[in-house]
């Protein structure tokens, strides 16, 4: 008996050309990529930024992407490999082309920086997600249309193990092109530079009772729940977090997604914590997107496998 691949059995030569398609796709795809494999190229795992020996006090997120819509940046977003980038779900309004500014800590770069601008191809929304003031799986994974390039300015971000565990109290790193202002009586604007602040991550009960202390809903209801993280800078107004911006958290030298900015602290309510979708609850789900985005159905067999069955198939009628 013909030992089967993707449960075709012994492939008839009326599917060669079939089979023909799927390898030369497989030939134009990027080579593929999990959190913390090496990659060939620049850079060779992630979570790994290179740092400018010149700027003392500011540092260099080369996963940070401004997520835009007709060149207008609306959230903020990661990026995981060479063809996905995660953000919130909330940020997705309805029906419009996206695309992805990566490379640059300006929102609007000069054309001589490192700055690349890609079309989003597709957008895949968690399936459970819901929510108006507190979101519940507010995640959305962006496929671009085009590889990127890893180079000094560009490399992604680790994904968390799915059971791995934050403990209270690690020191993390919120940025963002957001909202800020320089005086409390100024109004809002946007910062056109990259911002950046150090947080801690606090427990989701003491986060729950802070948001409950404002709220109309009974204790009983939790607000801050076991898919979410929180994190806070003790008081110091960070108006400029972008929802969907990374929550990234250094562990063992290299740089984790923790989570992505959710519920964005108020600015007239400095105490409060951000709400961050917490990254280990969906570390599957993120996976199998990854998977299923490549290829449908057999042609997601490995190419050498192809290539074998190729050589077995008769070449004549």
């Given at each position: 008996?013909?030992?089967?691949?993707?449960?075709?059995?012994?492939?008839?030569?009326s599917?060669r050309?079939w089979?023909?398609t799927c390898?030369v796709?497989?030939?134009?795809l990027?080579?593929?990529s999990?959190?913390?494999?090496k990659?060939n190229r620049?850079?060779?795992?992630?979570?790994?930024p290179?740092w400018?020996?010149?700027?003392?006090e500011i540092?260099?997120?080369?996963?940070?992407v401004s997520?835009?819509?007709?060149n207008?940046h609306?959230?903020?977003?990661?990026l995981i490999?060479f063809t996905?980038?995660?953000?919130a779900?909330h940020?997705?309004?309805?029906?419009?082309?996206?695309s992805?500014?990566?490379g640059s800590?300006?929102?609007?770069?000069?054309?001589?920086?490192?700055?690349?601008?890609?079309?989003?191809g597709?957008i895949?929304?968690?399936p459970?997600?819901?929510g108006?003031?507190?979101?519940?799986n507010d995640?959305?994974?962006?496929?671009?249309?085009i590889p990127?390039t890893?180079?000094?300015?560009?490399q992604?971000?680790c994904l968390p193990d799915?059971n791995f565990?934050l403990?209270v109290?690690?020191?993390?790193?919120v940025t963002?092109?957001?909202?800020?202002?320089k005086?409390?009586s100024?109004n809002?604007?946007?910062?056109?530079e990259?911002?950046e602040?150090?947080?801690?991550i606090?427990?989701?009960k003491?986060?729950?009772?802070?948001?409950?202390e404002k709220s109309f809903?009974?204790?009983v209801?939790?607000?801050?729940r076991?898919?979410m993280?929180?994190a806070?800078?003790?008081g110091v107004?960070p108006?400029?977090?972008?929802p969907g911006?990374?929550l990234a958290?250094?562990?063992?030298?290299?740089w984790?997604?923790?989570?992505?900015?959710?519920?964005k602290?108020a600015?007239i309510?400095?105490q409060?914590?951000g709400?961050?979708?917490?990254l280990?609850?969906?570390?599957?789900w993120?996976?199998?997107?990854?998977?299923h985005?490549?290829?449908p159905?057999p042609c997601?067999?490995s190419?050498p496998?192809?290539l074998?069955?190729?050589?077995?198939l008769?070449?004549?009628?």
């Amino acid at each position: 008996m013909a030992t089967s691949l993707c449960g075709l059995g012994a492939w008839p030569g009326s599917l060669r050309p079939w089979v023909l398609t799927c390898l030369v796709m497989l030939m134009l795809l990027p080579p593929p990529s999990n959190s913390g494999d090496k990659e060939n190229r620049i850079q060779p795992v992630c979570g790994k930024p290179w740092w400018p020996d010149s700027l003392k006090e500011i540092h260099h997120w080369p996963w940070e992407v401004s997520v835009r819509i007709e060149n207008e940046h609306v959230c903020g977003g990661a990026l995981i490999d060479f063809t996905w980038v995660i953000s919130a779900a909330h940020c997705i309004q309805g029906n419009k082309e996206y695309s992805v500014m990566l490379g640059s800590s300006k929102l609007q770069p000069k054309a001589s920086s490192w700055a690349r601008k890609i079309r989003v191809g597709d957008i895949v929304l968690h399936p459970k997600y819901w929510g108006r003031n507190f979101f519940r799986n507010d995640i959305a994974l962006l496929h671009l249309d085009i590889p990127v390039t890893y180079n000094k300015y560009v490399q992604p971000i680790c994904l968390p193990d799915y059971n791995f565990s934050l403990k209270v109290g690690t020191q993390c790193w919120v940025t963002g092109w957001g909202q800020s202002k320089k005086n409390s009586s100024d109004n809002l604007t946007q910062t056109p530079e990259l911002w950046e602040a150090e947080v801690f991550i606090i427990d989701n009960k003491r986060c729950d009772r802070a948001f409950h202390e404002k709220s109309f809903y009974p204790r009983v209801i939790p607000l801050v729940r076991k898919s979410m993280i929180c994190a806070t800078n003790y008081g110091v107004d960070p108006c400029y977090e972008d929802p969907g911006g990374p929550l990234a958290c250094e562990v063992d030298g290299r740089w984790i997604l923790a989570g992505v900015l959710s519920r964005k602290k108020a600015c007239i309510k400095a105490q409060n914590p951000g709400v961050y979708t917490r990254l280990t609850r969906y570390t599957r789900w993120i996976q199998e997107q990854r998977n299923h985005g490549a290829l449908p159905g057999p042609c997601r067999a490995s190419y050498p496998l192809l290539l074998f069955w190729l050589l077995q198939l008769p070449v004549g009628p």
